[in-house]
Every structure is written in structure tokens, then in C-alpha cells.
């Protein structure tokens, strides 16, 4: 089968693993693409794609511009600080204006959990989610996994342990579908305020000092303290965080094996990584970067061509 | 379903000699010639013939696979898409002459998208196309061959079944086939 089983990439939760082993298989395809003298293939000419960003992003809306644009679709750009948003349109009116110029895809990210769900419910066009609040965030945890695919010869069976602000992540949630379905073992790891309840039913571990995490897993997907999604406090300081979950080059040299270093960006120097850690030959965070662009062509090409 | 050889392992054996030969006689030392396979079934072709080519001019000729899933014209016309093969070409092809290579020479829809997906990586100098069967009257563009295993006049509705050894197959053998 060369079809996904969803005609929306909403989440990591509806996608199966052969979903999942098919974008990979294709993104290694488009990598090749990428490195091409000529980047940049015809498959998606006659297609129009709206990027709709409510939220701020750089590195995935840059990312997936670049992957529609080695695609040769037609892009269109919205964000909201500069748009009829402002002026109290609603999230399906603005959507449906811009599917009445002929759109066939939509790329949204939208601070509000389960955004892209109702929209997918209401309109035509291809939907792919580009985060949705705190909930998912699937292109980013399937660029993760095929990084770590690529890294490490397989995901299955690997020890990953995804560190940092776990409540406020949508990256982590998405991750943690991924890696799962994939046969991964999955911990998560972040101050005891910063792990939502329950989270161990969704079968993986918990852990809360850091040191514990890094001498258990292959891989180590350092997230971002989510400042701006915080309402209140979680811990005294960003200081005394840095202190106690801030990972070092040192920390990870003085480990009796190699682990691979990732964070989803972007990076807050010297909180959750210190720039040396974040620049050592453990870091794939740039390759991570490159996949992006491979993985998310191979999810517009999917979807577009199920049609 | 009615089945009827085109060739078979022996005959196949001549033909590929005698595709070796002609080869031979365009390219001589084959100094400033590459081959490219078509995937995913025109590359295990290619590999035979390149093999042969080895022991007969006691060289080697670069071999690259050539995927064209992302050229296609059908993408979004059909119910699922096609899936991509691997595409790998370690070499440069500026200013080389190309040898294409497919098994089956049908509408000449993919030798159009090989054609384009080639180009992104150089300007050759000149670009040549071989396959094993060539389907006579079933082209929807102005493509021919230039080195032809054999001419097979078929309806549409047939079907060429290639079966090679480096496919997993007990025998090399062609096969025609009436779908009912």
C-alpha cells in the first residue's frame, strides 16, 4: 500500500505504523531530492497550499513553505498579526475565504487544542496540523523519529527520553504516539510539576532527576520551558531549573555511553541546554532541521495525492 | 487468464547480447557513457546488462538508478499515488551520454518523466533509451527506442510480465498476458 489510512494529517494519534513506516520511506526519497544539484521536483504544480499561522513559528512555517516550494505548489502566507483575525472574524469564515480562492491544502497551527479536528470536520481541503496548543504537533514528532531512524539504523526497541517542560508540550504528546507505535520505549522526564497526571497510562515511564533519564536512554529529546503557555508558577526559578535540568556538555561526556542529543527548537541557551552541549558532536538538532523539510514534503505528497 | 512467452531464458540470453553488441558498436570504449536503470523494474534489467558489459569491454561503466515517481503526470489522477524508489546517481552525467534502461517501453509516460527527472542533475550531452519490449502502437507520446530487445505488437488491455532471476524468479522468462 502506498496510501495513507487518513486523508488529514491531524495528529500522531490516527496514524497507524504503516502510516507512519510510508512517510518515512518517502522522506528518504525526498532527502535525496534535497541534496540535489536541482532541489526541486514537479509532483505538487498543480496544487495551491495555505500556510495559516495563528500562532508565531519560524522553523515550521519556513520549513514546510520550503518543503511546498520544492514541491512546485502555488503558497499562500497568513498570519494573524496581520490579518482580518484582528477584526473578529471567525476561525471557519477566515478559513472558508480562503478556500473560496481555490485552496487544496491547509497547513494550520492554532493556539487552541483541537483546532484543525473541527475544521477538518467542516471543510474540503487536505488538512495538516502545524501544532494545535498544547495537544500535537505530528510533523515535528515525525521529523524526530526519522532523525533518530536515521541516526541510530531504527527506532524500534530504542530507549528515548524526552526531557523538559512535558505539560505544556505538544511536541512531547506527539512524540510520545510516534515513538510508541514504532516500538520505541519512551520515558519522560521534567520536574514533578511539569509531568501531567496520569501520563504513565499511555505506557510510558516517569522520571524526575535527570541524571537517572540520561544513564537510561539512547536518546535524549530536550524540550523547550514553555514560558508563554505558563499561567502560573511551576518552579522558583528559570535559574534554579537550569540548575537542576539544564543538560551540560560535561553531563554528557561523563556518561559511560554515547547518547544522542535533540531539541525540537528553538533553544534556550543555557536553561535547558548549555551551548555546548547544544553545539557537541552528540547534537543532531541541525539534522533534525534538514529532515524537517524531507518529512514534511512526504506528508503533503502523501495527502495530496490520495485525492 | 491465457499466458504466451515472449521469450525465454535462453532467448532472452541472446537478446541481451546481441543488445550488449549494439551497445558495443555506439559507444566503443564507452569512456564518456553512463547507464541509468528506471526504477523500480528497469534497474535489475540495467544490471545484467551492465554486468555483461563488464566482461565484454573489461570496464567499468558507471550505474545509477533513475526514480521518476515525482515526475509523473498521473500524480493526483490516480486513487493512491506511486511510490517512490530509491534515485541514485554517484556520478556526474554533464556531458555524458546516457544509456536509459527499462523493461517495458508502453505508453512512454514514464520515459517522459524519467526524461525530466534526469535532467536535474545535468546536461547530457546525448540521451539514449533501451528496453527490453517494446509494445508497438500502445504510445501516447512521440517516444521510440533506440535499442530494442523486441518488438511486441499488444493491445491496451494486455499485459508484458517480465520475470527475472535478480527478482527472485526460478527463470528468467517475458510473458504476454490476456486479461480476461
Do not use: E
Given at each position: 500500500m502506498s496510501k495513507l489510512s487518513q486523508r488529514h494529517l491531524l495528529g500522531i494519534k490516527n496514524l497507524t505504523r504503516q502510516d507512519i513506516e510510508l512517510i518515512f520511506e518517502t522522506a528518504d526519497n525526498f532527502k535525496e531530492v534535497i541534496n540535489r544539484p536541482i532541489k526541486k521536483v514537479p509532483s505538487l504544480r498543480d496544487v495551491t497550499i495555505a500556510n495559516i499561522f495563528f500562532e508565531n513559528s519560524t522553523r515550521t512555517r519556513l520549513s514546510f513553505e520550503l518543503a511546498e516550494k520544492r514541491l512546485s505548489a502555488d503558497v499562500i502566507n497568513f498570519s494573524t498579526s496581520n490579518s482580518s483575525v484582528k477584526k473578529g472574524e471567525t476561525l471557519l469564515d477566515t478559513v472558508n475565504n480562503i478556500l473560496a480562492m481555490?485552496?487544496?491544502m491547509v497547513v494550520m497551527r492554532h493556539a487552541s487544542v483541537g483546532a484543525p479536528h473541527f475544521l477538518s470536520k467542516h471543510i474540503k481541503a487536505n488538512i495538516v496540523n502545524a501544532g494545535d496548543g498544547t495537544h500535537e504537533h505530528p510533523t515535528q514528532a515525525l521529523l524526530d523519529a526519522f532523525s533518530i531512524r536515521e541516526k541510530l539504523g531504527g527506532v524500534e526497541g530504542k530507549k528515548i527520553a524526552i526531557i523538559g517542560?512535558?505539560?505544556?508540550s505538544r511536541v512531547a504528546l506527539s512524540n510520545i504516539f510516534a515513538l510508541k507505535k514504532l516500538g520505541a520505549e519512551v520515558m519522560v522526564c521534567g520536574p514533578p510539576t511539569l509531568i501531567p497526571k496520569f501520563i504513565s497510562s499511555l505506557g510510558v515511564k516517569v522520571e524526575w532527576e535527570v541524571q537517572k533519564a540520561l544513564e537510561w536512554c539512547d536518546v535524549a529529546n530536550v524540550l523547550r520551558i514553555q514560558l508563554e503557555r505558563?499561567?502560573?508558577?511551576?518552579?522558583?526559578s528559570l535559574r534554579e531549573y537550569s540548575l537542576y535540568y539544564g543538560i551540560t556538555k560535561k553531563t554528557l561526556d561523563d556518561l559511560k555511553k554515547e547518547i544522542v542529543l535533540m531539541h525540537p527548537g528553538p533553544i534556550n541557551r543555557g536553561v535547558e541546554l548549555t551551548s555546548d552541549a547544544a553545539d557537541s558532536h552528540h547534537s543532531i538538532i541541525l539534522d533534525q532541521v534538514e529532515n524537517g523539510v524531507a518529512v514534511r514534503m512526504a506528508v503533503l505528497y502523501l495527502l495530496a495525492g490520495a485525492n | 487468464m491465457q499466458k504466451k512467452i515472449v521469450l525465454d531464458s535462453q532467448l532472452l540470453d541472446i537478446t541481451l547480447n546481441r543488445l550488449c553488441q549494439q551497445l558495443i558498436e555506439a559507444h566503443h570504449d564507452f569512456s564518456e557513457t553512463v547507464i541509468l536503470g528506471l526504477q523500480p523494474r528497469g534497474i535489475f534489467l540495467a544490471e545484467l546488462i551492465h554486468a555483461k558489459l563488464k566482461t565484454l569491454v573489461k570496464k567499468q561503466i558507471p550505474l545509477g538508478y533513475l526514480d521518476a515517481t515525482f515526475h509523473r503526470d498521473d500524480f493526483r489522477r490516480r486513487d493512491v499515488p506511486a511510490k517512490a524508489s530509491e534515485t541514485r546517481i554517484p556520478f556526474a552525467i554533464e556531458n555524458k551520454n546516457v544509456v536509459l534502461i527499462d523493461d517495458v517501453l508502453f505508453t512512454g509516460r514514464t520515459v517522459r518523466a524519467a526524461l525530466d527527472a534526469m535532467i536535474a542533475f545535468g546536461r547530457p550531452a546525448k540521451v539514449e533509451l533501451l528496453v527490453l519490449v517494446d509494445r508497438t502502437s500502445?504510445?501516447?507520446?512521440p517516444i521510440s527506442a533506440d535499442y530494442v530487445g523486441k518488438y511486441v505488437d499488444t493491445l491496451e488491455s494486455q499485459k508484458i510480465l517480465v520475470e527475472l532471476v535478480a527478482q527472485g524468479h526460478k527463470q528468467n522468462k517475458i510473458w504476454l498476458i490476456n486479461k480476461d
Open positions: 481555490k485552496v487544496d517542560d512535558i505539560l505544556h505558563q499561567q502560573i508558577k511551576y518552579f522558583p | 500502445t504510445r501516447d507520446l
